[in-house]
């Protein structure tokens, strides 16, 4: 009975957490404030993703839309060159040899930044879509709150069923144990959160704290850049973007297990942190179902409380039992190939974490 009630104790909180942010999670502002934007995108092999990318990038007012390509071997680079012969807003760049000590995405976000002349850096992931006005509503954001770093969470874009059913999950453990509104008030590190599909930075402030050097070995670097911008004491928020941004993260299965075995275990700064977020869905979430209906009822209701708020399909919700044994699998596959030595890949790269 006491550890029935320890369970419910905790399936309550995340259930009001899950209910404070679907009422209070910080909303991407409606006013506009024009700015010299850089939109600055990392690519490798994204050649089916840039064209819709670029099309929503050049319908806002960023001043330039430049394009790493990181040793890409599809047409990638053929595509860019496409764009900037129509608009000459757009650049390409090539990207230099991976430097020792650094991970893929943050060298390219660093060319990127370095090759660009805006106020304010926008980087986007290449499957990433802009409404025509996100840029000019991120910088009334910033301006509005004092901020010289945002990261709008997007809303997700699912088209397989496995993409229906699994993708939700993502927004279920972030918004179901990260209280969104006390990022408002609260300055500290570790409630540093970002989407690394769209960040913006004030570029002033992104070259004195480093930029992409801060996080130059991290696989998770979003996140980590957030925190890290906290730590140096300015201000950093993750927004409701949703009506600014969309993206497909991943394309079927496969795509989803590839993507997130490459985040999960290094998204943990520490093995115990990471042991005890396995044991709470092993144990809160799943096992649940065997122990108490009290208890499996609370997790429903927390993930259909963040379905409705973020209209995700009552699928992923009648599937969370399925999803959760996924979620297991996947943090034990991660950490496993970070222990041995094998590391985690991703785009024809291999990327070694400490385990």
């Given amino acids: 009975m006491i550890a029935e009630s320890l369970l419910l104790a905790l399936g309550c909180f995340f259930l009001a957490i899950a209910v404070a942010n679907s009422l209070f999670f910080p909303r991407l502002t409606r006013r506009s404030e024009q700015a010299a934007v850089s939109i600055l995108i990392p ?46 807003r757009v650049r390409l760049i090539h990207g230099k040899a991976l430097p020792e000590g650094w991970m893929g995405k943050p060298f390219a976000c660093k060319q990127l930044s370095d090759a660009s002349s805006g106020a304010w ?8 879509h802009l409404q025509p006005d996100t840029p000019a509503r991120m910088v009334a954001e910033c301006m509005r709150r004092n901020l010289t770093f945002l990261s709008c969470w997007p809303k997700l874009e699912m088209h397989s069923l496995a993409e229906r059913i699994l993708m939700p999950t993502l927004n279920f453990v972030v918004f179901s144990i990260f209280p969104g509104p006390l990022s408002l008030f609260a ?116 993930r259909l409380v963040l379905a409705i708020r973020f209209s995700h399909p009552m699928l992923s919700v009648v599937a969370h039992p399925v999803t959760e044994v996924l979620l297991v699998a996947l943090g034990i596959a991660s950490w496993w190939r970070c222990a041995t030595g094998r590391g985690v890949s991703w785009k024809g790269r291999v990327y070694k974490a400490t385990a």
């Fill in 187 to 302: 300055g500290s590190p570790s409630l540093g959160l970002a989407h690394g599909a769209c960040i913006m930075a004030r570029r002033d402030t992104y070259f004195r704290l480093g930029g992409h050097d801060l996080v130059r070995n991290e696989i998770f670097e979003d996140t980590r850049l957030a925190q890290l911008w906290r730590k140096s004491g300015e201000r950093g928020l993750c927004v409701d973007g949703s009506s600014a941004v969309r993206v497909r993260m991943y394309d079927g299965f496969q795509g989803i297990w590839l993507g997130f075995q490459k985040n999960f275990y290094p998204a943990f700064r520490h093995g115990i942190s990471f042991v005890v977020f396995l044991a709470l869905h092993a144990g809160l979430f799943l096992a649940l179902f065997c122990l108490s209906w009290k208890l499996a009822a609370l997790v429903l209701l927390t």
């Fill in 43 to 88: 690519a490798r092999n994204e050649e089916a993703n840039l064209p819709r990318c670029l099309i929503s990038a050049l319908a806002t007012s960023a001043r330039e839309v430049i394009v790493c390509d990181d040793h890409s071997s599809d047409a990638t680079a053929s595509v860019v060159r496409a764009f900037s012969a129509i608009d000459p």
């Fill in 121 to 128: 850096l926008l980087f986007l992931d290449a499957d990433t």
